[in-house]
């Protein structure tokens, strides 16, 4: 509960970022989309998860707003 109420520092411009994704379910969603049978060499996309799991989180804001607005 302490952090709930923190105040950002300037030092913690990505705290918001960092603890959204700790939180969900991203990862897994990143790696559901390299299934092992289709891509037995993990090294092939390991290097790209931060950013596809970005790019995860980031879709699902817009979606949730589009839908939002509906």
Known sequence: MDYQNMPQTRGGERWAHYFRVMNGITDAYVFIAFPQNL??????????????????????????????QL
């Open 39 to 68: 891509f037995p060499n993990a090294s092939a996309y390991l290097q790209i998860a931060p950013d596809l799991g970005d790019f995860v989180i980031l879709g699902n804001d817009i979606l949730s707003y589009v839908e939002s």
